[in-house]
């Protein structure tokens, strides 16, 4: 299952923590910076976001929009690498949005800082401000379980977008990604050590809907349980592909990560049309707006 670039704590997660776990030190930890710690990776996000704009529309991207943005990591590395990129952020959830403000774009210079915008707002708000490129990445946007829903932010992305923006967006599925496990993976940095726990606690095959929970372990035994959970659906390729491409997208590409020498995913995406019924993927997604588009197709 994923272990890269995974889940956001936006507004889809909810905090269901046991008083009798939050001991020793769990108990100080500070669940935003873990998570951090533990899957993001917006330095190789942003890479990707950076070179295959260039690549599909041959020019920089300068004003980025991060939907379900969470603690805002790519709004703040999207800022740090140009003195004319924008970034706003919109998430529904006015605690992270509060952190990352003391904490992620705090670690900015001033002058870039100021050139974060976090909205504390719906992403189906209409928006006025147009983007270059919108990115909802680490699933986030499978809290919309219904699919009118879903095409009604799509759709609502397109309209947004500048004449010739892109939409970035991530997913992942394989085999087990429809069953009820737990997966384990040791942290370690500068910072010390803990246990990163994804479970994948209930999957409904009639309905597609999953509840999904994020757990930290500490050396001392003590535990950070459910410090993130998720009320999913469990949205497959051709789904996506075909909500996009309805919202007035085209085209709708999948990009593929290859394998190293060691049998390990390499981190490096490129355009696919096929790839292997592997247990357990994740892909980008690029969509494009067309400046001819209407933004919604028979």
């Given at each position: 299952?994923?272990?890269?670039?995974?889940?956001?704590?936006?507004?889809?997660?909810?905090?269901?923590?046991?008083?009798?776990?939050?001991?020793?030190?769990?108990?100080?930890?500070?669940?935003?910076?873990?998570?951090?710690?533990?899957?993001?990776?917006?330095?190789?996000?942003?890479?990707?976001?950076?070179?295959?704009?260039?690549?599909?529309?041959?020019?920089?991207?300068?004003l980025?929009?991060?939907?379900?943005?969470?603690?805002?990591?790519?709004?703040?590395?999207?800022?740090?690498?140009?003195?004319?990129?924008?970034?706003i952020?919109?998430?529904?959830?006015?605690?992270?949005l509060?952190?990352?403000?003391?904490?992620?774009?705090?670690?900015?210079p001033?002058?870039?800082?100021?050139?974060?915008?976090?909205r504390?707002?719906?992403?189906?708000?209409?928006?006025?401000?147009?983007?270059?490129m919108?990115?909802?990445?680490?699933?986030?946007?499978?809290?919309?379980?219904?699919?009118a829903?879903?095409?009604?932010?799509?759709?609502?992305?397109h309209?947004?977008?500048?004449?010739?923006?892109?939409?970035?967006?991530d997913?992942?599925g394989?085999y087990?990604?429809?069953?009820?496990?737990?997966?384990?993976?040791?942290?370690?940095?500068?910072?010390?050590?803990?246990?990163?726990?994804?479970?994948?606690?209930?999957?409904?095959p009639?309905t597609?809907?999953?509840?999904?929970?994020?757990?930290?372990?500490?050396?001392?035994?003590?535990?950070?349980?459910r410090?993130?959970?998720?009320?999913?659906?469990?949205?497959?390729?051709?789904?996506?592909?075909?909500?996009?491409?309805?919202?007035?997208?085209?085209?709708?590409?999948?990009?593929?990560q290859?394998?190293?020498?060691?049998?390990?995913?390499?981190?490096?995406?490129?355009?696919?049309?096929?790839?292997?019924?592997?247990?357990?993927?994740?892909?980008?997604?690029?969509?494009?707006?067309?400046?001819?588009?209407?933004g919604?197709?028979?």
């Open positions: 299952m994923p272990q890269i670039c995974s889940f956001t704590p936006t507004q889809s997660a909810v905090s269901s923590n046991s008083d009798q776990d939050c001991v020793g030190l769990a108990a100080a930890a500070d669940r935003y910076r873990l998570y951090e710690r533990a899957v993001q990776c917006a330095a190789a996000e942003v890479d990707f976001f950076e070179q295959r704009f260039q690549l599909l529309r041959e020019r920089p991207a300068r980025l929009r991060e939907d379900f943005c969470g603690s805002a990591a790519i709004c703040c590395e999207w800022v740090s690498r140009h003195p004319q990129n924008q970034a952020g919109v998430d529904l959830d006015p605690q992270v509060n952190w990352s403000r003391s904490n992620t774009l705090s670690r900015l001033a002058e870039a800082a100021a050139r974060v915008e976090l504390n707002e719906n992403v189906l708000t209409p928006a006025t401000v147009r983007p270059d919108v990115v909802a990445m680490n699933f986030s946007y499978w809290l919309f379980q219904d699919r829903i879903l095409q009604n932010y799509f759709r609502q992305v309209r947004m977008l500048a004449d010739d923006g892109v939409f970035f967006l997913a992942y394989g087990d990604a429809f069953r009820e496990i737990v997966e384990e993976r040791e942290i370690v940095d500068e910072e010390g050590s803990f246990t990163y726990s994804w479970e994948q606690a209930d999957y409904n009639i597609g809907r999953m509840t999904c929970h994020i757990h930290f372990a500490f050396p001392d035994g003590s535990r950070l349980a410090a993130f959970s998720y009320e999913w659906r469990l949205w497959t390729l051709p789904e996506i592909r075909e909500l996009l491409s309805e919202a007035g997208f085209h085209p709708v590409t999948c990009y593929w290859g394998w190293d020498a060691n049998g390990e995913a390499d981190g490096i995406f490129e355009p696919a049309q096929r790839a292997d019924a592997d247990a357990g993927w994740i892909c980008y997604l690029s969509a494009e707006k067309q400046p001819s588009s209407n919604v197709r028979s």
